[in-house]
């Protein structure tokens, strides 16, 4: 049942990045909801025929403290009844789906799978960019996978490539390692035909896994990273049209004069709003109508000022805690896996900036991968890790006790 479940939840992963983007006439997103719910059923049927449940950890403690506030907020202070925001129910359906993977992923090699679902469904958003690139090139400015938001797609692309590094280095197939490392050339390429200024800084952040690790890299694979950083590096800048380039050029200046792409009128708009609503704020899903009297009709652009503004301050603090129980459990690691998680950690907040991601189902999935990660139990081999070419000392062969001269021999 346990293994049942467990493929369900991979189909699951394995759709969340291209479950809303890349649009198949209306079976698309059913195929995430299908497969999230049979996976959160037989979850709960399995702990409950076994009577055993993981011990939550200190993130799922400050994710349903996150949850109860927001209940607190529906039906304590706006008494909405029954009238509960879409956005309420997303973050019911998220927790869910948190505890399933820690329930239904407690070994290294399902952690490993549903990074690896994550990663190829990347692979789909990635290939179906460039696909539009190649067929939609004269008639768009920017590409994205089902015509979907840009910005959305080059933060659900980067944070893949820190998973694809440590993929590489982690498995033994060699097809599998290739398979991984592929997708540095193939990932960069549609970041860049995204045309995202704040997808650039966050593959920045990512790519910052390859020298991070090349320390505990043999000669062989150093030069493979090396190899393949140059590839990816040749490929964007042989493919990304000109267009694309002079608009990610302008990074620097929409930073020093907060422009942001429009974003500062909005953050500005939402940080007065939250001061009329400090405490309670105005709910999940209501940012736009919180800032609609300072003449903004958006979404807040930034995830952090959005809790600030939907759940106030309270919610603000919980759902800081969320991201300090990780920070934390990820200091604990061996070596190798504290680098690849503290640097998928940065690229996820450096995601979370510029785009409205609170209740964005990749973002509760690197978190949930990233504690799964921290709690795994870890042997004295894993925290001096070693790379697949170096075999393992073999272990030493202990000698009989010899019975001294003239003594009996025990019977």
Known sequence: MSSIAYAALWIFVFSIPWGSVVIIESGVNLVGRLTGMVAVALAVLAVTVSGRFRRLDAYHVAAIAFMGWIVIQQLVFFKTGVRLSSKFWTFVQLLLAVWTMWELAPTRARQYGLMLAYLVGSYVVALDTIRVSRTEGALMRRFAAGGADPNGIAMTLALALPIAWYLAAVYRRPALRWFCRAYLPVGVLALGLTGSRGGMLATMVALMVVPFTMT????????????????????????????????????????????????????????RAFAQKPLMGYGPGRFKDAVQPYGIDQVAHNSFISVLVEEGIVGLLIFLCILLAIFLALLRLPRLERRFSLVLFATLLVAMIPLTMEDNKGVWFIMAALVGVARLRWSREAAAWQPAEVPAPAPRLRRAPVAPRGAEPVR
């Open 216 to 271: 505990r890299l043999t000669p062989a694979r150093l030069v493979s990273a090396v190899v393949l950083l140059a590839v990816s590096g040749i490929v964007a800048a042989i493919y990304v049209p000109d267009r694309i380039v002079e608009r990610l050029a302008t990074t620097g200046t929409e930073v020093q004069e907060f422009r942001l792409g429009g974003r500062g009128s909005i953050w500005i708009a939402g940080i």
